[in-house]
């Protein structure tokens, strides 16, 4: 059973990482719409959660003369015979890697793939209608002078749009020191001291197994609402690239004085502790599980730090390549545990040995924790 889980951990973490890699390459939108339009504020919100806040530039046609005029002139241009009362709003401009490949009129549809594939690279440009016509033209004029009045890809008061190879490190660092975060340490090698002692080896794993489930699983799930945090509100991830630094900084210090406090609130560690107790002593998976996913946000002040400065970097790359690089992250912040579990189980150690071991590293652990996250978020600070 275990090595099945095993086994399929590694394929997980391969398709995960070959999803990265076939990323695709920069695609930009550039809507003329107005902020009362309900299609329009429909689809900035769907490409917004599906490639990011930064790949977005929204013009305001209501009340704002030159856009409105510049939406006229698309029309003029793209659709010269489309009749006044069929001249809708959102008009898109869509762009890959700079250049623009395709015009839409309204929402023909709310789907990744239609404007991933709207986003490919082709010669000409498509122009597509509400109703899903299309017509495709190859005239470099007609393409030159809609590229100018959609303004080109870039924003020019946007932060540059980053790809899914350039926060790759930064990402995997932030990942790295959330994975020897002291406090899930702990508490997890106490659950498999107290759940041994209940229900023995066997049982211990089962409980271990499942608990590492559940915080996968909560993690992943609270990343995706980090993300969409982070996408509503850009700005947002420069406030926790200077808090992470200050509670990297703070870690760092207190670390090199060779001691470690848990950062958790007395309530919170208690609450904790009480968790832990309760399903040791109960050595039950289903109650390891709920355990899990409960000790996982008691945890949040202890371990938040590189999750958020992750989930901000994550914010801005398209929807298929923010959830496999969370994928990933969440895989290797539980790896830690898999080991000690794999540690207790196969190589048949005992589970207060690791204690023994953690208990005089957590030192150690927390300098590394702590330096990695001052590295990330300085990075997230200067990176261009």
Known sequence: ??????????????????????????VNFCIYGSSSCPACVQLKKFLTEEFGSDVLRFNEVYGNETNAEKLARIYDLAFPNLPAHERYI?????????????????????????????????????????????IQSEDPQLISSLEEIFGGASSPTGPATRTAAEVLIPVTTAALADSVNPCTFSVFTALLLLSMSAGGKRRSLSVGGAFIAAVFMAYYALGLGLI??????????????????????????????????????????????????????????????????LISVTLLPCSSGPYLVATSLLAGLPGCQRLALLGMYNTIFVTPLVLILLVVGLLERR??????????????????????????????????
Not at 100 to 125: H, K, M, Q, T, Y
Not at 256 to 279: A, C, I, M, N, Q
């Open 1 to 26: 059973m275990l090595k099945k889980a095993v086994t399929a951990a590694a394929l997980v973490s391969l398709i995960l990482g070959l999803s990265v890699v076939s990323a695709q390459g920069s």
């Open 90 to 134: 959102p008009v898109t401009g869509v762009f890959c890697n700079g250049r623009l490949v395709a015009v839409v009129v309204g929402v023909p549809e709310l789907d990744e793939s239609f404007w991933r594939e709207l986003a490919s690279r082709r010669d000409g440009i498509l122009l597509v209608l509400h109703n899903g016509t299309t």
């Open 228 to 293: 969409r945090v982070f996408s509503t509100i850009p700005w947002l991830k420069y406030a926790v690239a200077i808090l992470g630094l200050a509670v990297g900084s703070y870690e760092v210090i207190t670390s090199l004085g060779g001691s470690f406090k848990s950062p958790l609130p007395d309530p919170l560690y208690r609450t904790t502790s009480r968790l832990v107790e309760w399903t040791s002593h109960a050595a039950s998976v289903p109650l390891a599980f709920c355990a899990g996913l």
């Open 351 to 384: 589970v207060r040995d690791v204690k023994v071991w953690r208990s005089k590293k957590l030192h150690v652990l927390n300098l590394a924790a702590g330096s990695l996250l001052v590295v990330i978020c300085l990075w997230a600070l200067l990176a261009p």
